[in-house]
């Protein structure tokens, strides 16, 4: 891999992290169209340009995470069952990193998205800001949060879904997303370096470094992108595009 497939698959994780479409999955599949072997230094490389996106929730949100402490615990607490899921099934879970796999979870998720958005139409939230957000909301949205271990399935698409079913309007299922997404990015992304750092040589370093800047310069696009969609959106179009994409590259690719 050159800078310029670093600088792609950054581009890639920057706009779909926070977009419910599952980033891991989308550069699985990027990787595949680029040709890109799934080596263990890619697979980790894939993990630790996340970091960049984390800084973009840190640079959107920077004035709110020291002023509400009781909120950044409440999103300590919701990380509690993927950090404790994913390091005891690490290596069942990197076993899952599949294009095929992606592919079916990509529409799986969708169809799941246009059902839940169908249920929650007539039903209103019942917490309509972040600080009223409960420890045991907290935690119900962090257990929905492990589906996303299986890649395809998407982070962020898993905690607004699983937001809008424990009572969250759109918005706030969202930001709790995007804030949920630092300790769990964080702690993926350290622990992955740590089991890995011997595969890695200095021209993935370089490589790691260019998808990292690209992936912090649109991942704070697509924050904004999106708290922009959702004041006046469903998630059905996302429902839609991941069903496309999944039939897509079961159809072409294998």
């Keep these: 891999m050159g800078i310029f497939e670093a600088v792609i698959l950054g581009i890639v994780e920057g706009l779909s992290e926070f977009l419910p479409v599952s980033s891991t999955g989308h550069l699985i599949l990027a990787s595949a169209l680029l040709k890109l072997q799934q080596s263990e230094a890619h697979k980790v490389f894939?993990?630790?340009?996340?970091?960049?996106?984390?800084?973009?929730?840190?640079?959107?949100?920077?004035?709110?995470?020291?002023?509400?402490?009781?909120?950044?615990?409440?999103?300590?607490f919701a990380f509690?069952?993927?950090?404790?899921?994913?390091?005891?099934?690490?290596?069942?879970?990197?076993?899952?990193?599949?294009p095929s796999l992606v592919s079916y979870m990509l529409i799986a998720g969708g169809v799941a998205f246009i059902v839940i958005e169908m249920w929650m139409k007539d039903r209103p939230a019942t917490t309509h800001t972040l600080d009223e957000i409960s420890y045991k909301q907290a935690f119900s949205i962090g257990l929905v949060q492990c589906l996303s271990m299986v890649p395809g399935v998407s982070r962020s698409g898993a905690t607004i879904m699983g937001g809008l079913l424990f009572g969250l309007d759109r918005k706030d299922a969202t930001e709790f997303s995007f804030l949920l997404a630092l300790p769990t990015m964080l702690a993926a992304t350290c622990y992955d370096v740590y089991k890995n750092y011997a595969v890695f040589h200095m021209a993935d370093w370089q490589n790691i470094a260019a998808g990292f800047v690209t992936s912090f310069i649109f991942g704070v696009i697509g924050i904004k992108a999106l708290l922009k969609f959702v004041t006046s959106h469903t998630f059905v179009p996302f429902g839609i595009y991941r069903i496309v994409v999944g039939v897509i590259f079961l159809v072409f690719l294998f």
């Design 46 to 76: 894939e993990v630790v340009i996340q970091l960049g996106a984390m800084l973009a929730v840190v640079e959107v949100y920077r004035k709110q995470l020291f002023a509400r402490p009781d909120l950044i615990k409440k999103v300590c």
């Design 80 to 98: 509690l069952p993927t950090g404790t899921i994913g390091f005891l099934l690490y290596k069942l879970v990197k076993s899952f990193f599949q």
